[in-house]
């Protein structure tokens, strides 16, 4: 439980922080931006699989009200928005096990799977 919808919001956004760090960093790797360090991106797959099970907590009833961009529309359409968020997490998942078998192909790949996942659940859900 969260002391209030503030404390949920601030939760819920410091993990997407936290991954947005990791996963941006693995983009920059993956698109040449920075030397592709295969250890670094293996490490940054396995936080991002963590924290991709943090969020949901975070989106409590109410807290579409506040210091968020996030939609009413996430409490309206529940069941979708939680699907969205289970694939998420089912991608992130599967990045952090191809990084470590270290196949650039399948990297990639996972890589862009899961950040369709990133940007389809922003696409729904989140305000621009
Ligand atoms: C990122 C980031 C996102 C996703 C998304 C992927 O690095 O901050 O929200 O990737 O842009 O399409």
Same mark, same amino acid.
């Given at each position: 439980?969260?002391?209030? $919808?503030?404390?949920?919001?601030?939760?819920?956004? @410091?993990?997407? !922080?936290?991954?947005?760090?990791?996963?941006?960093?693995?983009?920059?790797?993956?698109?040449?931006?920075?030397?592709?360090?295969?250890? $670094?991106?293996?490490? #940054?797959? $396995? +936080?991002?699989?963590?924290?991709?099970?943090?969020?949901?907590?975070?989106?409590?009833?109410? =807290?579409? /009200?506040? !210091?968020?961009?996030? *939609?009413?529309?996430?409490? %309206?359409?529940?069941?979708?928005?939680?699907?969205?968020? @289970? #694939?998420? %997490?089912?991608?992130?998942?599967?990045?952090? *096990?191809?990084? %470590? /078998?270290?196949?650039?192909?399948?990297?990639? %790949?996972?890589?862009?799977? $899961?950040?369709? =996942?990133?940007?389809?659940? +922003?696409? =729904?859900?989140?305000? !621009?």
């Amino acid at each position: 439980d969260f002391k209030n $919808t503030d404390a949920a919001i601030h939760y819920r956004q @410091s993990a997407f !922080d936290l991954i947005a760090h990791n996963f941006g960093d693995m983009g920059a790797m993956l698109k040449g931006k920075k030397a592709f360090d295969a250890d $670094t991106f293996a490490m #940054r797959a $396995t +936080h991002v699989a963590a924290l991709a099970k943090i969020p949901f907590e975070g989106f409590v009833a109410g =807290s579409d /009200q506040g !210091d968020t961009d996030a *939609l009413a529309k996430i409490w %309206q359409d529940r069941a979708d928005f939680d699907a969205k968020m @289970s #694939r998420f %997490q089912e991608n992130a998942a599967k990045l952090a *096990l191809v990084a %470590q /078998q270290g196949e650039k192909m399948a990297i990639k %790949q996972a890589f862009m799977e $899961t950040g369709k =996942s990133c940007k389809g659940c +922003h696409d =729904s859900y989140k305000k !621009d």
